[in-house]
Each structure stands twice: as C-alpha cells, then as structure tokens.
C-alpha cells in the first residue's frame, strides 16, 4: 500500500467553481501535513500546510481529519491560473512522502 | 541566496555513460534531500543528508547511484552505467532542522537516457 493516496483526477472544471478532492495517508504518526501544487515539468511548490482544526489561504481550504487519516483541498471561485498538479504530503520524521497528484483544469 | 539550486537542467545521455548532477540548496539549510519523478508519479525519496552525513537511502537506489555531501553544502548525484529506466526528474530539496514547514525544491534536472 502507497504512503500517500490520491485521486489522480482528472477534474475539469469551469471558472468560478469550486472543487474539491482528497488523500488518504497510511502512517498514524505522520507528524505534519501539506498540500504542493506542480505546473507541467516544473518543481513541486508549497501551496499550504494542513493543521488539524482545518485552515485557509484565500480561496483554497485544507482540511485535516487524524483520526480517518485523509486531507482534503477545496478550491473556491476557480481560476484559470489555479490548472495544475496538487500533490498531497506527508511529514514522517524528516522525511516528506508524496502521493500521485490529482489534476486539476480549469476551463474559460 | 534565493533558493535552491540544480545543474545542469536537462541532460541527455547515452545509455551506460556516468551522468553527476549538482545541488546547490539555501545556505542556512542543514537538511538536503534527492527525490526522483517520472511521468504521473509524485517525487520518491532516494536519500538524505543532515550536513555531510547520508543518514538515509532509499532502497530505490541501486549500487550505480551514489550521493555526496562533502561539506556539508553542496550535493552531488552520480549515476554510472546509466539505463533507459533512470530517465526521470531528479529533484533536490532543503530543509531547516524540522521538516515540519515543508522543503525547498529546486528546478530539478531532467535526465533523458537514450
């Protein structure tokens, strides 16, 4: 079984509205949590971290639920520019363990 | 310092050549991390450094890859005898003492082996 899993999408959605999607990670002592987000043939880039009483940054969501062990993101009021790779990750110690990604489009 | 810094950015290679790549990560950061990405997959762990110690490698790392740190600030990936299946973004990361804020990435070098 993968570290981390996600729904690898895709999900197309149009400008405006808001999707939304999830990980499940299988280490109950995972420490911290975060959300990369990845354009095409670039490096990974921190988007957010996840804290368990769930947390905002403008338009996007995270959630954090220990005891299922999943994460979510939700995009608000989409973006054109919001189209990428969300990576889901997981801190176990010193070590960062990243799922597949889910795509996300966001059509005009 | 504006963050962490890989060369080259795309190398080609012929089948069974040496290929070593170059990390440069931000200066305060004592944590450097390798990662490898093909196509549709999230960044795998290859190993770790904790200034010039490889405290860890993964088991993806066969006996053509080997890393070092020498002091502690740069890092080196080396792969001999390169194969058709090493063909994949190598990522390389820093971190303070915690991980708990996430790594840096650097742009990566891609490797294509043909």
């Known amino acids: 079984r993968k570290e981390v899993e996600q729904d690898p999408g895709p999900f197309n959605v149009p400008e405006g509205a808001t999707v939304a999607f999830n990980c499940t990670y299988s280490?109950?002592?995972?420490?911290?949590f975060f959300w990369y987000r990845q354009d095409c043939r670039k490096e990974p880039k921190l988007l957010m971290s996840?804290?368990?009483s769930g947390n905002e940054d403008g338009r996007f969501t995270a959630q954090l639920n220990r005891a299922s062990q999943y994460i979510s993101l939700l995009i608000r009021d989409s973006k054109l520019s919001d189209s990428a790779t969300y990576l889901c990750?997981?801190?176990?110690?010193?070590?960062?363990?990243f799922g597949a990604g889910t795509t996300v489009t966001v059509r005009a | 310092d504006t963050g962490v810094s890989q060369n080259p950015r795309h190398k080609i290679t012929k089948r069974g050549q040496n290929v070593t790549f170059r990390c440069d990560p931000i200066?305060?950061?004592?944590?450097l991390y390798w990662y490898r990405q093909t196509l549709g997959q999230g960044p795998e762990f290859l190993t770790y450094?904790?200034?010039?110690?490889?405290?860890?490698k993964s088991r993806l790392l066969s006996d053509r890859f080997s890393a070092e740190r020498p002091k502690g600030s740069f890092s080196t990936l080396e792969i001999q005898r390169t194969e058709q299946g090493d063909s994949a973004m190598y990522l390389c990361?820093?971190?303070?003492?915690?991980?708990?804020?996430?790594?840096?990435f650097g742009s990566g070098t891609r490797l294509t082996v043909v």
């Open positions: 280490n109950s002592a995972s420490q911290s």
């Open positions: 996840v804290y368990s």
């Open positions: 990750v997981v801190n176990n110690d010193y070590k960062l363990s």
């Open positions: 990361a820093s971190s303070s003492w915690t991980a708990n804020y996430g790594y840096t």
């Open positions: 200066s305060e950061h004592n944590r």
């Open positions: 450094f904790q200034n010039e110690a490889q405290l860890e």
